[in-house]
């Protein structure tokens, strides 16, 4: 009896391919074009300076946000005083106005009334050195040249010989400011210019 004889599997022999192998060994031999890679860097070099931009910004949103923040802490803290201010600035010119009422000074006067006179000007200087240290300043308007940040004009006169016109040649009470900022205006007559003695 003759043996048929059956194809003999080699182990060399490679198995067949499926579609499946053949695709993905395909896209590992497809190499990557130099156009799509550049395109891609071009979109992420675009990405990373839009992303800087706005970290730029932000940051000097921020640095202005503390500037503000900071400027405004020191003006409260400068000026939370204000309406007090005003109000002790109100005292200070009625002691004023109490020290010009009193008669002025002459020889052989009454002691009771020199010595009245010295303790209220004692009373006023103490008083004016306490503003100064806690940023009240008092500003006399006499003689110098009209300023619009400080003063307040009521009244306009012909200019006495020898003043210039804008010139305040009368206050009636002074300027107060309270660290630099206006506290409450000199009420003021002031030399104008063409004024005629009956305006």
Same mark, same amino acid.
Request: overall charge negative; glycine content about 6%.
């Given at each position: 009896?003759?043996?048929?004889?059956?194809?003999?599997?080699?182990?060399?022999?490679? &198995?067949?391919?499926?579609?499946?192998?053949?695709?993905?060994?395909?896209?590992?031999? +497809? &190499?990557?074009?130099?156009?799509?890679?550049?395109?891609?860097?071009?979109?992420?070099?675009?990405?990373?300076?839009? #992303?800087?931009?706005?970290?730029? *910004?932000?940051?000097?949103?921020?640095?202005?946000?503390?500037? =503000?923040?900071? *400027?405004?802490?020191?003006?409260? =803290?400068?000026?939370?005083?204000?309406?007090?201010?005003?109000? !002790?600035?109100?005292?200070?010119?009625?002691? *004023? *106005?109490?020290?010009?009422? #009193?008669?002025?000074?002459?020889?052989?006067?009454?002691?009771?009334?020199?010595?009245?006179?010295?303790?209220?000007?004692? !009373?006023? =200087?103490?008083?004016?050195?306490? #503003?100064?240290?806690?940023? !009240?300043?008092?500003?006399?308007?006499?003689?110098?040249?009209?300023? @619009?940040?400080?003063?307040?004009?009521?009244?306009?006169? &012909? &200019?006495?010989?020898? !003043?210039?016109?804008? +010139?305040?040649?009368?206050?009636?009470?002074?300027?107060? +400011?309270?660290?630099? =900022?206006?506290?409450? @205006?000199?009420?003021?007559?002031?030399?104008?210019?063409?004024?005629?003695?009956?305006?």
């Amino acid at each position: 009896m003759t043996e048929k004889n059956d194809p003999v599997m080699n182990d060399q022999t490679p &198995p067949a391919e499926t579609p499946a192998d053949a695709t993905a060994a395909d896209q590992q031999q +497809t &190499p990557v074009q130099p156009a799509d890679a550049m395109a891609r860097i071009a979109e992420l070099e675009a990405e990373i300076a839009q #992303l800087k931009d706005r970290w730029l *910004r932000s940051e000097a949103e921020m640095q202005n946000l503390r500037a =503000r923040t900071k *400027r405004e802490v020191e003006d409260a =803290r400068a000026y939370a005083v204000q309406k007090f201010a005003r109000d !002790v600035v109100e005292a200070a010119d009625n002691l *004023r *106005r109490g020290l010009e009422a #009193l008669p002025a000074q002459q020889e052989g006067e009454a002691e009771l009334l020199a010595k009245l006179r010295g303790g209220f000007e004692g !009373v006023e =200087r103490a008083f004016l050195s306490i #503003l100064e240290r806690n940023g !009240v300043a008092r500003h006399d308007a006499a003689g110098k040249p009209f300023d @619009p940040e400080l003063h307040q004009a009521m009244a306009q006169q &012909p &200019p006495p010989e020898g !003043v210039a016109a804008g +010139t305040v040649i009368q206050a009636w009470t002074p300027a107060w +400011t309270l660290n630099g =900022r206006l506290l409450k @205006p000199a009420m003021v007559v002031v030399a104008g210019e063409g004024v005629s003695e009956t305006a």
